[in-house]
């Protein structure tokens, strides 16, 4: 029986018994959607770093909150990185969702990523790695910032806070960021500031320093909030608590000195002390950066 007829008799038996002939029809098979390269190549290259485009980033919440995009170390940053493109790695988080969609959130690396942007960088080195723990996420971030460029005393302080309220215990802060555990305390005890008292700080973070911070505000009960605010707002006015005038707390020498050793020689570096005396303090983490240390103080 040749197969037209067959099909034939097939059609003819439905009819007869009342049945939609839609039955004798196979529907034709759904085909998944055909997945997106860019995330097969990020799946790819997890724990790896790779060029990922600028426009793919995300920032979410970042430990580094207190930014001043518009300073003069900031475009020092974006005229560098115009030049010579990013030359430390960032790194981010693949986020995948169930409908194949995927986010690429950066974990360590806000402030590249904008230099980057504003520089009209299309694409920067990136390390992949699988969305985790957000615990772990913030003592990235953290651990990053602290080993690269110097972060704001409240920024710290609230990252510390975080990993707290995440389960951390202060010894495990005092040892993973090897801080003596009376100076996380401290931190900890400016986490709890007044958020009244925190937006004076962000308002003028320059004004405010660790040593600052610890020594004239830390050491004494405030009998308001409005009071502690108040004697924050007379740091930035330049006038102390008895009235004087203030002095500045590193000199405008000095913080460029430590913003080109961490722009231009990748060695991080921290100025303390007031505009009369001070110090500079030179960290390295390789034998690399101990060379490029040497040669920049090398005399002729």
Same mark, same amino acid.
């Given at each position: 029986?040749?197969?037209?007829?067959?099909?034939?008799?097939?059609?003819?038996?439905?009819?007869?018994?009342?049945?939609?002939?839609?039955?004798?029809?196979?529907?034709?098979?759904?085909?998944?959607?055909?997945?997106?390269?860019?995330?097969?190549?990020?799946?790819?290259?997890?724990?790896?770093?790779?060029?990922?485009?600028?426009?793919?980033?995300?920032?979410?919440?970042?430990?580094?909150?207190?930014?001043?995009?518009?300073?003069?170390?900031?475009?020092?940053?974006?005229?560098?990185?115009?030049?010579?493109?990013?030359?430390?790695?960032?790194?981010?988080?693949?986020?995948?969702?169930?409908?194949?969609?995927?986010?690429?959130?950066?974990?360590?690396?806000?402030?590249?990523?904008?230099?980057?942007? *504003? $520089?009209?960088?299309?694409?920067?080195? @990136?390390?992949?790695?699988?969305?985790?723990?957000?615990?772990?996420?913030? +003592? %990235? /971030?953290?651990?990053?910032?602290?080993?690269?460029?110097?972060?704001?005393?409240?920024?710290?302080?609230?990252?510390?806070?975080?990993?707290?309220?995440?389960?951390?215990?202060?010894?495990?802060?005092?040892?993973?960021?090897?801080?003596?555990?009376?100076?996380?305390?401290?931190?900890?005890?400016?986490?709890?500031?007044?958020? *009244? $008292?925190?937006?004076?700080?962000?308002? @003028?973070?320059?004004?405010?320093?660790?040593?600052?911070?610890?020594?004239? +505000? %830390? /050491?004494?009960?405030?009998?308001?909030?409005?009071?502690?605010?108040?004697?924050?707002?007379?740091?930035?006015?330049?006038?102390?608590?008895?009235?004087?005038?203030?002095?500045?707390?590193?000199?405008?020498?000095?913080?460029?000195?430590?913003?080109?050793?961490?722009?231009?020689?990748?060695?991080?570096?921290?100025?303390?002390?007031? $505009?009369?005396?001070?110090?500079?303090?030179?960290?390295?983490?390789?034998?690399?950066?101990?060379?490029?240390?040497?040669? %920049?103080?090398?005399?002729?």
């Amino acid at each position: 029986m040749s197969k037209r007829q067959k099909a034939a008799d097939v059609l003819s038996k439905i009819a007869s018994e009342g049945k939609d002939l839609s039955v004798a029809v196979k529907p034709p098979t759904a085909r998944a959607p055909a997945e997106d390269a860019t995330l097969q190549a990020l799946r790819r290259n997890l724990g790896k770093v790779v060029l990922v485009p600028v426009k793919l980033l995300v920032i979410e919440k970042n430990v580094r909150t207190i930014l001043d995009t518009g300073s003069e170390e900031f475009e020092v940053l974006v005229e560098d990185i115009r030049l010579n493109g990013v030359r430390q790695n960032i790194a981010v988080e693949l986020h995948e969702d169930e409908k194949g969609g995927y986010r690429l959130v950066v974990v360590f690396g806000q402030r590249r990523v904008l230099a980057a942007q *504003k $520089a009209g960088i299309e694409t920067i080195p @990136s390390l992949i790695v699988r969305a985790g723990d957000p615990a772990d996420r913030i +003592f %990235l /971030g953290l651990a990053e910032n602290l080993f690269r460029t110097e972060m704001h005393p409240l920024d710290k302080a609230e990252a510390y806070q975080e990993l707290i309220d995440a389960g951390w215990s202060t010894q495990m802060l005092s040892e993973k960021f090897e801080r003596k555990k009376r100076t996380v305390q401290g931190f900890l005890r400016l986490a709890r500031f007044p958020e *009244k $008292a925190k937006a004076v700080i962000r308002g @003028s973070p320059d004004h405010f320093t660790t040593h600052l911070l610890f020594n004239r +505000f %830390l /050491g004494r009960a405030w009998e308001s909030e409005a009071e502690l605010a108040q004697a924050l707002k007379q740091v930035i006015e330049g006038r102390s608590n008895n009235g004087a005038p203030s002095r500045k707390i590193v000199s405008e020498e000095a913080s460029k000195l430590e913003q080109s050793a961490v722009q231009y020689f990748g060695v991080a570096c921290k100025a303390s002390g007031t $505009a009369d005396s001070g110090k500079l303090v030179f960290t390295w983490q390789s034998r690399e950066e101990l060379d490029k240390l040497n040669k %920049l103080f090398q005399q002729e």
